[in-house]
């Protein structure tokens, strides 16, 4: 009896290792996607935030250099 009773308890203790494996991988998996999603949102926002600043430099730029030529007619 007391053989059976510790096969028991031996299996559910098997059993729930596992079910704790399975759900730690599971945790583990979720964090690397929603971490790797959320670099890959940044960096979207970064890149996107410097096209524009680049943007706003060219334009700065062109407007002094439109400044010059219309000084350099006149």
């Avoid at 979720?30 to 940044?42: A, F, P």
């Amino acid at each position: 009896m007391a053989n059976a009773l510790a096969a028991s308890h031996d299996a559910h203790v098997v059993r729930i290792d596992a079910r704790e494996d399975a759900i730690t991988n599971d945790v583990k998996q979720w964090l690397t996607t929603v971490v790797d999603d959320m670099h890959e949102r940044e960096e979207l926002r970064r890149n996107r935030t410097r096209v524009i600043e680049i943007n706003h430099l060219i334009d700065h730029l062109r407007d002094d250099v439109e400044n010059v030529e219309s000084m350099t007619q006149d």
